[in-house]
């Protein structure tokens, strides 16, 4: 079974500043994807960024961007020039592909962007 | 227009009623999904369905039937709710859920509140 680890039950940052939150994974699947979502006050879940990992090159989403390191099994969430609205749970999710969609969820990291 | 949609968004009921959730998608898309979001935040599937078949099903009391009338809808029905059925349940959905398509993901609807007093 897949197991996803936030190491980072919360995490606080300045405004216009960049923060990374650390996600670490266990599988020995090849063929994956690897998904970070944002889940704000009220608690609507929603995209942030997704990866392939077969894709060596790092996915990018405006201000969102990931470091994903296959080989240690690692999928950081960089954010850039935080905002306000950026304060959320964010949850690391893995799925296998062929899995039928199963997403499996870490425990997420309580971000607040303080003004 | 709201992609997935759930109703009720709030609902608090005593222990041991009958209840439902409700579902619907205006994605066009195959598979729908239950996940449970506990006390913790913790995230996990409940139900998986691909044009109107069950194809995850996991470690779920038997009070916990989900019902798929057309492949846009997906309801969540619970007998005898119990304290521990607190939480918030969210109701999903993609294109392809057998997962045989690369790049699809997966849609939330913005959750339904249950609490059980």
């Known amino acids: 079974a897949q197991t996803v680890t936030q190491s980072q039950p919360e995490m606080s940052v300045q405004e216009a500043e960049t923060v990374t939150l650390s996600c670490t994974y266990d599988t020995s699947e090849n063929n994956y994807y690897l998904f970070w979502y944002k889940q704000p006050p009220s608690r609507q879940m929603i995209l942030v960024i997704r990866?392939?990992?077969?894709?060596?090159q790092n996915a990018t989403e405006n201000r969102f961007s990931v470091n994903f390191q296959k080989a240690a099994k690692s999928f950081s969430l960089k954010i850039s020039d935080s905002q306000l609205g950026d304060t959320a749970m964010y949850f690391c999710a893995f799925m296998k592909r062929g899995s039928n969609y199963k997403l499996t969820f870490g425990k997420g990291t309580l971000l607040t962007v303080n003004p | 227009d709201t992609a997935v949609s759930q109703t009720p968004k709030y609902l608090v009921t005593q222990m041991g009623n009958d209840k439902s959730i409700k579902c619907e998608q205006n994605?066009?898309?195959?598979?729908m999904y239950w996940y449970k979001q506990d006390s913790k935040k913790f995230l996990k599937i409940m139900f998986s369905y691909n044009n109107k078949e069950l194809i995850i099903n996991e470690t779920v009391p038997n009070r916990f039937s989900p019902k798929s009338p057309d492949k846009a809808h997906l309801n969540l029905h619970i007998n005898s709710l119990e304290l521990g059925d607190s939480a918030v349940y969210f109701c999903a959905s993609s294109q392809d859920g057998r997962g045989l398509i690369s790049g699809n993901t997966i849609y939330f609807g913005e959750g339904s509140w249950l609490t059980v007093v």
């Open positions: 994605l066009g898309h195959d598979t």
């Open positions: 990866q392939e990992a077969y894709k060596q």
